[in-house]
C-alpha cells in the first residue's frame, strides 16, 4: 500500500495498492523531485476513465514498471477532477506538444514543475505505432541524463508558449455577433442526426443551452438545431433507455453506441435544457426525458454519506468490461419480459445477432410510433405498456453486477445540479424537484462553505481545501435558481455572497478572472473556452448580469461587460468553442429582471412568474427591505426591469405573460 491509501478521491485509492510508490500532489513529491534532482511522471485520470483502468492493469501494476519509476522518477498521481486546475495547464500543454489530450494524461516534469514530454494511454507492449510505456520511460530518463540543458529549454519555452496562449483577444464583438455565430453553426450541423461534427459526439450541453434561449427569442434556426439534436440524442444509446439518464458521448456520428459512464455535469445540464425545450414547445417526450434524468440521479446518484447532495459519475465498466451493465442480449430480454419481447426488442432495436458486440444490443428507441401501431394500443395505454417493459428490464439490471460510483461531491457539478432540480421544479410543476433542490443547497452551505468561500471536493466527511472560481459561480447561479422556484430572500443573499466571493478571490483588476489561485503550479489556471460544462468565466458573467440588478450594483454589470469585451475576440473568432460566453452576452443585450414584490395579491402574479420560461428573465420575489430592486415596489403588481428602470407594472397575469410573451417571443409558436 502507497501514500494514496491516505487520500479520499475515490480514482487515487484506485491506485493505492500498485507496486508503484505513488504521491498526491503536493510539497512532498516536490521537496523529494528537488533534493533527488528527479523528473516528475504526472499521471492524472479519474474514477469511472475506461483507459485508466486498462493503464493501470497494464502498466501500474507492473513490478518492473514501479522499479523503473523508483530508480529514474517522482511519480505523481491526480484525480483530474479534484485538481482541475493542474489537469488544465498541463493538458494545456500536451495539447500544444502533440495536436490531442486525452486521459490518462501522462506528463513529464522538471522538479520546477515545468512540462517537456508527455501523452496519454501507453501500452504494455509497443502497438500500432506506440512505444510501449516502459520504452517511454526508458528514453525519457535517458534525455533528462543526457540533454538536460535541452529539456530545461524546451520546457521554458513550452510553458512560455502556453502561457501567451492563456491571454484573452480584447475586442468589441460584433454587431452581428449572434446571427454569424448561427450560421456557423449550420455549417457544422449534422441535418441527419443531429448534434455538430463528426464521430464521436458530444452533447455539448453548453452549445445547447444557448441554442435554446435563441430559440426562446424567436431564431428558427436554432430552434430547429436544438430540437433535432435532442431528438437524436435521446433516441439513440447515448441515452439509457432502461434506467433514464445519458452517457458522455456516442462512439459513432447516429448517438447508438455510447461511452457508457455517466457524468453528473452532463445529466444536470441536459435535463435542464430538456425542461426548457418542453415549455418551448409542448412537446410530452422532452418533458419526459428531463422527468427521467432527475429521477436517474436521485434513484442512483446519492452518496451514502450524503444523501442531499450527488455522486460524480457512474464507470462505464462493470465486470472489467465496458459496458456489461448496460446492454442486452435478445435472450436475456425474453428471460425477462416474455411474451412481449418481440414487441420491446423492435422499440428498442434489439436483435438476434445484436447490433454491438458479442451478440449483444445497445438498446435505442427509433420508432415508437409503429411500435404502437403494431400493438393497437392508444398513447396513454402504450405509455402505460413501456413503462412496465422498462420497470421489469431495470429490475433485471438492478441484479447484475453494478459500475462502481464516484461518490465525491464536487462543488461546481452540484451547482449544476441545484439549478436543473430548482428549473426542472418550477417549469414543470414538480415540488419534488424543487424539495432536492433545496436540500442540496442546505448540504453545501452547511458542508462546503467554509470561510465564506465554498470549496471544491468533499467525501465522508473531508472537506478539501482548494477552491475555484466555477465553485462560487455555479452555485451562486443555482441558489439564484432556487430564489425564483421558491421565492424565498436567503437564498437570493446567498447567491449575493457567492458573488462578492468570487470576485474578491478571483478577479484580477489588470487581467480578470482566473480559475484558481497560483498554487505550486507554473502559471495560473484560466480557461474561458467551453468544454463539457460551462467555463467558469461565463459562469461569473452570467451571475454578475443577472445578480446587477436585483441588488443595483451597476458596478457587477460593468464588470461583466468588462469581462464580456476582454473576450471579444473569441467570441468572434471561435464561437463554437465559447457558447457560455455568448449566451452571457445575449442576457447582456437583452435580459431583463422580473420584480413581484411579496403581499396580499401577489399570490397569483408570482406563480406565473416562477412557472414561466423566460431564459433571459431573472425573476425575484420578496419584501422591499429584502432587495434593493423592491424598493417602492407595491405588492399585487409586477415589474419588468432592466438597470433598475423598470416599465409601468402589470396588475394582473394576463397582462404579466402578455409582456413576457414579448421579451420571449419564441414562445408564440407554441
Known amino acids: 500500500m502507497n501514500r494514496l491509501a491516505r487520500e479520499t478521491s475515490p480514482y487515487l485509492l484506485q491506485h493505492a495498492h500498485n507496486p508503484v510508490d505513488w504521491y498526491p500532489w503536493g510539497e512532498e513529491a516536490f521537496a523529494k523531485a528537488r533534493a533527488e534532482d528527479k523528473p516528475i511522471l504526472l499521471s492524472v485520470g479519474y474514477a469511472t476513465c475506461h483507459w485508466c483502468h486498462v493503464m493501470e492493469r497494464e502498466s501500474f501494476e507492473d513490478e518492473a514498471i514501479a522499479r523503473q519509476l523508483a530508480d529514474g522518477f517522482v511519480a505523481i498521481k491526480v484525480d483530474r477532477e479534484e485538481l482541475p486546475d493542474v489537469d488544465h495547464v498541463y493538458m494545456s500543454a500536451l495539447q500544444a506538444l502533440s495536436g490531442h489530450g486525452g486521459w490518462p494524461m501522462n506528463m513529464f516534469l522538471t522538479p520546477k514543475l515545468a512540462p517537456f514530454f508527455g501523452g496519454t494511454y501507453f501500452p504494455p507492449q509497443p502497438r500500432r505505432g506506440m512505444a510501449s510505456f516502459s520504452d517511454v520511460l526508458a528514453a525519457v530518463r535517458e534525455a533528462w541524463l543526457a540533454r538536460r540543458d535541452e529539456i530545461e529549454q524546451q520546457a521554458g519555452e513550452l510553458l512560455a508558449h502556453i502561457r501567451s496562449g492563456a491571454a484573452p483577444a480584447p475586442r468589441q464583438a460584433a454587431d452581428d455577433l449572434h446571427a454569424r455565430t448561427v450560421a456557423q453553426l449550420a455549417q457544422r450541423f449534422d441535418d441527419t442526426h443531429g448534434g455538430f461534427g463528426r464521430a464521436p459526439k458530444f452533447p455539448q450541453a453548453p452549445l445547447l443551452q444557448y441554442l435554446l434561449a435563441l430559440a426562446a427569442q424567436g431564431n428558427a434556426q436554432a430552434r430547429t438545431m436544438l430540437l433535432q439534436t435532442l431528438a437524436g440524442m435521446s433516441a439513440g444509446g447515448l441515452y439509457d433507455h432502461v434506467g433514464g439518464g445519458f452517457a458522455r458521448y ?63 459519475a457512474q464507470d462505464a465498466d462493470a465486470e472489467g468490461v465496458e459496458g456489461r451493465f448496460h446492454v442486452w442480449t435478445l435472450d436475456e430480454m425474453r428471460d425477462v419480459l416474455g411474451d412481449s419481447v418481440a414487441a420491446a426488442a423492435r422499440l428498442y432495436g434489439a436483435t438476434p445477432q445484436g447490433n454491438w458486440e458479442h451478440g449483444s444490443s445497445v438498446l435505442e428507441r427509433r420508432e415508437p410510433q409503429a411500435v404502437r401501431e403494431a400493438l393497437g394500443l392508444g398513447e ?64 453545501m452551505l452547511a458542508t462546503m462553505v467554509r470561510g465564506g468561500v465554498v470549496h471544491h471536493a468533499w467525501r465522508d466527511g473531508t472537506l478539501r481545501a482548494e477552491a475555484y472560481l466555477a465553485d462560487q459561480a455555479q452555485f451562486g447561479l443555482g441558489l439564484l435558481e432556487l430564489h425564483a422556484a421558491t421565492g424565498d430572500p436567503q437564498w437570493l443573499v446567498a447567491a449575493r455572497e457567492r458573488c462578492e466571493c468570487m470576485i474578491e478571490r478571483f478577479h484580477d483588476a489588470a487581467d480578470g478572472f482566473f480559475d484558481a489561485p497560483s498554487v505550486h503550479l507554473p502559471m495560473r489556471a484560466r480557461d474561458w473556452h467551453d468544454g463539457a460544462l460551462p467555463s467558469g468565466t461565463a459562469a461569473a458573467c452570467e451571475l454578475l448580469l443577472r445578480l446587477a440588478g436585483p441588488w443595483a450594483r451597476a458596478d457587477w454589470h460593468e464588470l461583466a461587460i468588462e469581462t ?62 429584502d432587495v434593493p430592486l423592491m424598493e417602492s415596489r407595491l405588492a399585487g403588481q409586477a415589474y419588468l426591469c432592466r438597470h433598475g428602470r423598470c416599465e409601468l407594472p402589470a396588475q394582473s397575469v394576463e397582462d404579466l405573460r402578455s409582456r413576457l410573451s414579448v421579451v420571449t417571443p419564441g414562445l408564440r409558436d407554441c
Open 250 to 312: 456516442s462512439t459513432d456520428a447516429r448517438w447508438h453506441v455510447p461511452h457508457f459512464e455517466k457524468m453528473l455535469y452532463d445529466n444536470a445540464q441536459l435535463a435542464r435544457v430538456h425542461a426548457g425545450a418542453f415549455r418551448l414547445t409542448g412537446d410530452p417526450r422532452l418533458r419526459f426525458v428531463a422527468e427521467d434524468t432527475l429521477a436517474y440521479l436521485l434513484r442512483e446518484m446519492h452518496p451514502a454519506a450524503a444523501p442531499a447532495a450527488f455522486s460524480s
Open 380 to 443: 396513454e395505454a402504450f405509455d402505460a405498456w413501456e413503462r412496465s417493459v422498462r420497470e421489469r428490464l431495470y429490475a433485471a439490471r438492478a441484479r447484475r453486477t453494478w459500475p462502481i460510483t464516484d461518490d465525491k461531491v464536487l462543488a461546481d457539478w452540484n451547482g449544476l445540479a441545484l439549478r436543473a432540480f430548482a428549473e426542472a421544479g418550477r417549469l414543470l410543476e414538480r415540488d419534488d424537484f424543487v424539495e432536492a433542490a433545496r436540500r442540496l443547497a442546505q448540504f
Open 564 to 625: 464580456l469585451q476582454r473576450h471579444g475576440g473569441s467570441m468572434d473568432e471561435a464561437a463554437m468553442a465559447v457558447p457560455a460566453l455568448l449566451q452571457a452576452h445575449l442576457l447582456a443585450g437583452q435580459g431583463s429582471d422580473l420584480a413581484v414584490p411579496s403581499g396580499p395579491g401577489s399570490e397569483a402574479l408570482w406563480h406565473a412568474a416562477r412557472t414561466s420560461f423566460a431564459p433571459l428573465v431573472t425573476m425575484v420575489h420578496g419584501a422591499p427591505g
